[in-house]
C-alpha cells in the first residue's frame, strides 16, 4: 500500500477542516432560524408577485453582499491592500466553485428527487450522517456528496 504524500495529506486536512467549518456555519445558521426566515422571506415575497427565478438570485445577491461585507471587515487591518484583495479574489473564487455545486445538486434533484421524509428531516440531522447518505453539499471543490 502507498503511503500518502506530504500535499496530499495536507489537503486532506484542509477538507477536514472546511467539513468542520461547515457544519459549524450551517448548524448555527439553522439553530438561529436562518431556515424559517428564509421560508418566511420568500412566502412573502411570493404573496406579493415574486417569481423564484427572480427571487432566489435577489437572495442570493443579498446573502452574498452582507457576507462579503462581513469577511471583508473581518481581515486585520494591518494587512496589505493587496493581500487583502488577493483573499477577496480566493473567496470569491470559492464562491463560484459552490455555484457550481449547488447548480448540479438542483439539477441532480430534478432527475432524482427526494422521498418526502427526507425533505421533512431537518438538515441539521443530515449533516452528522454516514458520507454515503449525506445530501449536503460539503465545502470541497468540485465534488458533491451523495
Known sequence: MET???AKT??????AEHEQQ???AVGAALKRGFGRWFDDVWQDAKANGSLPRPFITSMFVFVTTVLTKKFVGGLPEMMPLEEKEVQ???A??????YIDQI???A???LYQPKREDERATPVAQRVDQ?????????PKKKRIIQ
Open 4 to 6: 500518502p504524500s506530504a
Open 10 to 15: 495536507i489537503l486532506d486536512q484542509i477538507e
Open 22 to 24: 461547515f457544519s459549524i
Open 88 to 90: 477577496i479574489s480566493e
Open 92 to 97: 470569491a473564487r470559492l464562491l463560484k466553485t
Open 103 to 105: 447548480e448540479a445538486a
Open 107 to 109: 439539477i441532480k434533484e
Open 130 to 138: 454516514p458520507k454515503g447518505n449525506s445530501k449536503l453539499i460539503v
